[in-house]
């Protein structure tokens, strides 16, 4: 196992020991006292609403060996000798972000594994899920737990570093230079960009610029490797333009790629295909259903192809994933009803995806409960106005709604056909749940979606406590 001592620690953020042991081993990291263990190594982060450096005498209390805090941190004598006698230590740093990425990036050079970087603007983590499966029948693998892919989160990951053959790290943005900083730290051995979309669209401005952003995760790769879901219609344009210069490996079901899947059969818990492996025509099943989960699994097959995982191994990887909960989960209700309960997040591409699933069901009554999408600043309105759209267009029986723009999601759906009535604009969570609770009636099928701020999940939780008792 690779060790940082608290020496390494002060040596890579050229920060201060106050008392401790310069020998000791920092192994496990933490930022949150609530969850904190004994022996870990407590990280005071400083945020715009909140600040950790208040709670390092409770870290210690609760088993932490060691702190990383603030160099403005005023810590009296007596503290010092207490922590002294404790046997633990204190260090001080100018800023513990840059500091724990510091300390991360210092981690990551002591391995010589591959690590896959990822990011997209939608079905990061689903794509992450399916790939580690699939690796996990060749390696011990290490993978970003649920979304903890910014630039707190993902420097985490890499400190879980242990006997690790391989590493999966998903990487989130807001802005430019995000995934930069990020790719300089992780330094991949392969990226990869599962698609280019709308979200953050309002702090970037364009979709262009949100692949510029997505492309800076080749930064930080000494030999640049990356795999593209070839039917996104920028990351095609790109590939066209950029594949005599850099190796890229493309998945798709629309254009000709070097992963494809054909014969896709859609079912009510699942999906299924076929696919060229080795020249082999090999049935992949999904337990998850929807089109766009094909495209997770592609993605996963090719991962699997770069690193020689056997084509039967692969699809064994793939059945068995277990999804980040939230993300087209199928909810059956007692009284016959089912929820699909996608709220973990929303975009107007996943959004248009799950309208398009549950369009596809047959017999059933269907009702959407769409909430905001987020980040979409001057495009807001316009891209409300599509799900409004997509809602008609797929055939839905009931819109329910609720959010400061959803209120384009209603008015678009009633302008292409849907009858008013069947219609309802809710001013709040709680209200959405009642109406659901009033008009809902067995063998429904409720799609509920919207971006995690708008905690459309508690809805589902209340509904399924309600029903399940």
Same mark, same amino acid.
């Given at each position: 196992?690779?060790?940082?001592? !608290?020496?390494?620690?002060?040596? !890579?953020?050229?920060?201060?020991?106050?008392?401790?042991?310069?020998? +000791?081993?920092?192994?496990?990291?933490?930022?949150?006292?609530?969850?904190?263990?004994?022996?870990?190594?407590?990280?005071?982060?400083?945020?715009?609403?909140?600040?950790?450096?208040?709670?390092?005498?409770?870290?210690?209390?609760?088993?932490?060996?060691?702190?990383?805090?603030?160099?403005?941190?005023?810590?009296?004598?007596?503290?010092?000798?207490?922590? *002294?006698?404790?046997?633990?230590?204190? @260090?001080?740093?100018?800023?513990?972000?840059?500091?724990?990425?510091?300390?991360?990036?210092?981690?990551?050079?002591?391995?010589?594994?591959?690590?896959?970087?990822?990011?997209?603007?939608?079905?990061?983590?689903?794509?992450?899920?399916?790939?580690?499966?699939?690796?996990?029948?060749?390696?011990?693998?290490?993978?970003?737990?649920?979304?903890?892919?910014?630039?707190?989160?993902?420097?985490?990951?890499?400190?879980?570093?242990?006997?690790?053959?391989?590493?999966?790290?998903?990487?989130? +943005?807001?802005?430019?230079?995000?995934?930069?900083?990020?790719?300089?730290?992780?330094?991949?051995?392969?990226?990869?960009?599962?698609?280019?979309?709308?979200?953050?669209? =309002?702090?970037?401005?364009?979709?262009?610029?949100?692949?510029?952003?997505?492309?800076? @995760?080749?930064?930080? +790769?000494?030999?640049?490797?990356?795999?593209?879901?070839?039917?996104?219609?920028?990351?095609?344009?790109?590939?066209?333009?950029?594949?005599?210069?850099?190796?890229?490996?493309?998945?798709?079901?629309?254009?000709?790629?070097?992963?494809?899947?054909?014969? @896709?059969?859609?079912?009510?818990?699942?999906?299924?295909?076929?696919?060229?492996?080795?020249?082999?025509?090999?049935?992949?099943?999904?337990? $998850?259903?929807?089109?766009?989960?094909?495209?997770?699994?592609?993605?996963?097959?090719?991962?699997?192809?770069?690193?020689? $995982?056997?084509?039967?191994? +692969?699809?064994?990887?793939?059945?068995?994933?277990?999804?980040?909960?939230?993300?087209?989960?199928?909810?059956?209700?007692?009284?016959?009803?089912?929820?699909?309960?996608?709220?973990?997040?929303?975009?107007?591409?996943?959004?248009?995806?799950?309208?398009?699933?549950?369009?596809?069901?047959?017999?059933?009554?269907?009702?959407? !409960?769409?909430?905001?999408?987020?980040?979409? =600043?001057?495009?807001?309105?316009?891209?409300?106005?599509?799900?409004?759209?997509?809602?008609?267009?797929?055939?839905?029986?009931?819109?329910?709604?609720?959010?400061?723009?959803?209120?384009?999601?209603?008015?678009?759906?009633?302008?292409?056909?849907?009858?008013?009535?069947?219609?309802?604009?809710?001013?709040?969570?709680?209200?959405?749940?009642?109406?659901?609770?009033?008009?809902?009636?067995?063998?429904? *099928?409720?799609?509920?979606?919207?971006?995690?701020?708008?905690?459309?999940?508690?809805?589902?939780?209340?509904?399924?406590?309600?029903?399940?008792?």
């Amino acid at each position: 196992m690779n060790q940082i001592t !608290v020496k390494n620690i002060i040596d !890579v953020t050229k920060g201060t020991l106050v008392v401790g042991n310069e020998n +000791m081993v920092c192994e496990e990291y933490s930022k949150d006292t609530r969850t904190i263990k004994k022996g870990d190594t407590y990280l005071a982060i400083r945020g715009a609403s909140f600040d950790g450096n208040k709670f390092w005498k409770e870290a210690m209390e609760k088993g932490a060996q060691a702190v990383i805090i603030n160099d403005d941190v005023e810590i009296s004598e007596e503290e010092i000798k207490e922590v *002294e006698k404790q046997g633990n230590a204190i @260090i001080k740093v100018k800023d513990t972000i840059e500091a724990l990425q510091q300390i991360a990036a210092f981690k990551r050079s002591l391995y010589n594994i591959p690590i896959i970087a990822i990011t997209g603007s939608v079905g990061k983590t689903s794509t992450k899920d399916l790939i580690a499966s699939v690796l996990e029948k060749k390696y011990k693998v290490l993978k970003t737990e649920g979304n903890n892919n910014n630039d707190i989160g993902m420097p985490l990951t890499l400190l879980r570093l242990k006997d690790h053959e391989i590493a999966i790290i998903e990487m989130g +943005m807001n802005h430019f230079g995000e995934i930069s900083r990020l790719s300089k730290i992780a330094k991949p051995t392969t990226a990869i960009i599962t698609n280019v979309g709308s979200s953050h669209i =309002g702090n970037l401005g364009s979709r262009e610029n949100i692949l510029k952003a997505k492309l800076e @995760i080749l930064d930080g +790769m000494e030999t640049k490797r990356i795999v593209i879901n070839n039917d996104n219609d920028l990351l095609h344009k790109w590939f066209e333009e950029n594949n005599q210069k850099i190796e890229i490996n493309t998945y798709g079901i629309e254009n000709k790629s070097d992963i494809e899947a054909t014969n @896709i059969n859609e079912m009510e818990q699942k999906t299924e295909f076929l696919c060229n492996i080795e020249n082999n025509q090999t049935k992949i099943e999904v337990p $998850v259903p929807g089109r766009h989960f094909v495209y997770n699994a592609l993605c996963a097959i090719t991962i699997g192809k770069l690193y020689n $995982v056997e084509p039967e191994k +692969m699809k064994e990887g793939i059945s068995q994933t277990e999804l980040t909960k939230k993300r087209m989960e199928i909810i059956k209700l007692k009284n016959g009803a089912t929820i699909i309960n996608d709220s973990y997040n929303s975009s107007y591409e996943s959004t248009k995806a799950a309208l398009e699933y549950i369009g596809n069901r047959d017999g059933k009554r269907k009702i959407a !409960v769409l909430g905001d999408m987020l980040e979409l =600043g001057d495009f807001s309105d316009e891209y409300h106005k599509k799900v409004g759209l997509e809602v008609a267009k797929n055939k839905i029986d009931i819109l329910i709604c609720s959010g400061k723009v959803s209120k384009n999601i209603a008015e678009e759906a009633e302008k292409q056909g849907i009858e008013k009535s069947k219609i309802f604009y809710e001013e709040n969570n709680e209200a959405v749940k009642s109406r659901l609770l009033q008009i809902m009636s067995s063998d429904d *099928e409720i799609l509920v979606k919207a971006s995690q701020g708008m905690k459309f999940f508690m809805i589902v939780e209340d509904i399924v406590n309600e029903y399940n008792k």
